[in-house]
């Protein structure tokens, strides 16, 4: 089993930056991806970002391509989301995902990653 808690979420004003943090417990994750979705308000929850555990290749949606970069600290076990330029579209509860997969297939997968977080809030204001 892993285990993710989700940190980091806050009210900040559009065109600034924040960095949300995922601590993982539980078994080794040498063959996983840790990934980042979001659900907006009303909508679907959607893709966002995902890294290799251990070779720390990346893979993002072309929506935040460029604005967002994930990254991991594998001492702490810890997965990170680093967001800049921020929009109201931004707006969004965001979960941190676990799944046996590499970075590209957890960004193309059908099915929803197998584990998650509690999600944390981000709220951009215009």
């Known amino acids: 089993q892993v285990h993710l808690v989700e940190s980091g979420g806050a009210l900040v004003q559009a065109g600034g930056s924040l960095r949300l943090s995922c601590d993982v417990s539980?078994?080794?994750?040498?063959?996983?991806?840790m990934g980042w979705f979001r659900r907006p308000p009303g909508q679907e929850r959607s893709f966002l970002s995902a890294?290799?555990?251990?070779?720390?290749?990346?893979y993002y949606a072309d929506s935040v391509q460029g604005r967002f970069t994930v990254s991991r600290d594998k001492d702490k076990n810890v997965v990170y989301l680093e967001m800049n330029n921020l929009k109201p579209e931004d707006t969004a509860v965001y979960y941190c995902?676990?799944?046996?997969?590499?970075?590209?297939?957890?960004?193309?997968?059908?099915?929803?990653?197998?584990?998650w977080g509690q999600g944390t809030q981000v709220t951009v204001s215009s």
């Open positions: 890294i290799n555990w251990n070779y720390g290749t990346t």
């Open positions: 995902v676990a799944d046996l997969a590499t970075a590209r297939a957890m960004g193309q997968m059908t099915r929803s990653p197998e584990h």
């Open positions: 539980g078994r080794s994750l040498g063959s996983y991806a």
